[in-house]
């Protein structure tokens, strides 16, 4: 009852918090996180205890599904050499720089030193989603930015691996080969079982057209390759990923507007739901984390911030002369490119949840020295990288002269529209004089759409009169689908237009009724 108790209590608060970021306009992840901290240090609030395998098997597996399924496939094609080398170089830069800084700032012995290095190594994926859905970034960054944090998990995962086993090991050296070999398997394995489960995935789907049923294959499908996964012995959050990736880019092809606008509102209200109470815990997990250390801890704050600022350091290091791959092509904004995908860099829940399963114990049976700091310290950092780097993430944007302006984000849209109706007209015209179609039906299509080409009017009426009428406004809009997937593989118009597009052309084929 307890900690149904407590879920209820960070949905209020989380509902309470998300009306007040959007009225705000700041984001709700940094808000939530506060949130948690000022609930947890309410006195008399009991201590927050969350297993690690709950987050990680309960909460990980949709976020990074939704996260994944948001990435655009065609411009990650054109960034994957930086994301590759981001989502290795700066993984094993970051956790070589933090460790020797763990060392040196907090005392830390050298392996479990290593373990905070490996755990902050790498950016959260559902952090930098849902601080990212915010911003107007160009294409190219954002995906770099979020593909960067989505794939670096499995080198983030197996350094962790082996700097536990060191650790617990007392002392054990580690082999390159057999790191090499685990990286492979976890890696490569969730790559191939990901990519098998889409597959499998995508069969069924394409021939299911129940939506109910649609709906729970697409829930159930994050959490089946991630415990495929897991029972390979790979990893589980690179299945979900690939799972994501490949599933994310057939979507329009495997489902009819009816079920997308069902599937969009329903992982709506999960990822919401699912957001809002794993970054509560990450505050409401802080002070609990600070009672805990030991007295000669005192220092912890300053060292997290010192911890803080060399990852911000060497990710500006390793990122700057790989922005020139997606710097905008009137150059001369590389540094600006770097700034942004920096200061982007935040950690979150995954970071949180890998610090919690670190053992109590070492193989001899003496207490792991160091966790409760190490357990502190990746928590302070997850914090100030959420509200400090969210909360002025925006204004960096903004400063950096990388945002895309609302007109013209507006003015594209409003072309590619004009695209879309065009092509229908002519479509249209091609119809007439047919017998098969009545010219009334025509005509009101074709008056509606110059109406709206003309911006003379509000657009096609989509009102269900007759049978002939709604065929011809399902054709009519299956062209206007076409024509829309065309206009964004020919790189005419952003993935954040396609979607917008679609979703406006799935509601006018759902409201014609009937499927």
């Known amino acids: 009852?307890?900690?149904?108790?407590?879920?209820?209590?960070?949905?209020?608060?989380?509902?309470?918090?998300?009306?007040?970021?959007?009225?705000?306009?700041?984001?709700a992840p940094s808000l939530l996180v506060l949130a948690g901290i000022g609930v947890a240090l309410i006195p008399g609030v009991p201590a927050l205890h969350v297993p690690p395998q709950t987050i990680a098997l309960v909460v990980l597996p949709p976020l990074l599904y939704a996260s994944a399924e948001e990435l655009s496939l065609r411009d990650l094609r054109v960034v994957w050499r930086p994301v590759t080398i981001l989502a290795f170089g700066l993984v094993f830069a970051s956790a070589a720089a933090v460790g020797f800084a763990a060392v040196a700032l907090t005392g830390l012995p050298p392996a479990m030193a290593f373990v905070l290095g490996a755990i902050l190594a790498s950016t959260d994926p559902v952090a930098v989603t849902a601080l990212g859905r915010r911003l107007a970034l160009p294409g190219r960054v954002q995906v770099l930015v979020q593909a960067e944090s989505l794939f670096n998990d499995a080198t983030s995962l197996v350094l962790f691996k082996v700097a536990i086993g060191i650790a617990v090991a007392t002392g054990a050296g580690a082999s390159l080969p057999a790191a090499g070999a685990e990286f492979l398997i976890l890696g490569g394995g969730g790559s191939v079982i990901g990519a098998g489960v889409a597959g499998l995935v995508w069969l069924i789907r394409r021939r299911?057209?129940?939506?109910?049923?649609?709906?729970v294959i697409a829930l159930v499908t994050p959490y089946a390759a991630y415990v495929v996964a897991e029972s390979a012995h790979t990893s589980g959050v690179t299945a979900v990923v690939v799972a994501g990736v490949l599933l994310g880019r057939s979507s329009h092809r495997l489902t009819d507007a009816h079920i997308r606008l069902q599937l969009h509102a329903v992982y709506a209200v999960v990822v919401f739901l699912l957001e809002s109470i794993v970054f509560s815990i990450v505050g409401l997990e802080l002070p609990e984390l600070v009672r805990n250390l030991s007295g000669g801890s005192g220092w912890w704050p300053l060292q997290a911030l010192a911890v803080a600022v060399v990852l911000i350091a060497v990710r500006v290091i390793c990122t700057l002369p790989l922005t020139r791959a997606v710097k905008p092509s009137k150059g001369g904004l590389s540094w600006r490119v770097a700034g942004v995908v920096t200061w982007a860099g935040t950690r979150g829940v995954m970071p949180l949840a890998a610090a919690l399963s670190i053992p109590l114990v070492a193989n001899n049976g003496t207490a792991l020295a160091g966790r409760p700091l190490v357990l502190a310290l990746t928590t302070a950092v997850i914090v100030f990288t959420l509200v400090v780097q969210g909360l002025t993430l925006s204004t960096v944007v903004n400063r950096s002269g990388l945002a895309l302006e609302p007109e013209h984000t507006a003015r594209e849209e409003a072309d590619a529209q004009d695209?879309?109706?065009?092509?229908?007209?002519?479509?249209i015209e091609q119809l007439t004089g047919m017998e098969a179609v009545p010219e009334t039906t025509i005509d009101r299509i074709r008056r509606a759409l110059t109406a709206r080409l003309d911006r003379s009017g509000d657009g096609p009426d989509i009102t269900p009169v007759d049978l002939p009428y709604r065929q011809l406004r399902r054709e009519v809009i299956a062209v206007q689908n076409t024509e829309l997937h065309r206009l964004y593989?020919?790189?005419?118009?952003s993935d954040t237009t396609r979607r917008r597009l679609q979703h406006d052309l799935d509601r006018e084929e759902a409201a014609l009724g009937g499927r």
Do not use: C, K, Y
Not at 419 to 427: G, I, P, R, S
Not at 489 to 493: A, L, P, Q
């Open 208 to 215: 299911t057209s129940e939506p109910v049923l649609e709906t």
């Open 489 to 493: 593989d020919e790189h005419r118009i």
């Open 1 to 27: 009852m307890h900690a149904v108790g407590v879920v209820l209590l960070l949905v209020v608060l989380a509902t309470a918090v998300a009306t007040f970021a959007r009225h705000w306009r700041v984001p």
């Open 419 to 427: 695209a879309l109706n065009q092509a229908a007209l002519d479509h």
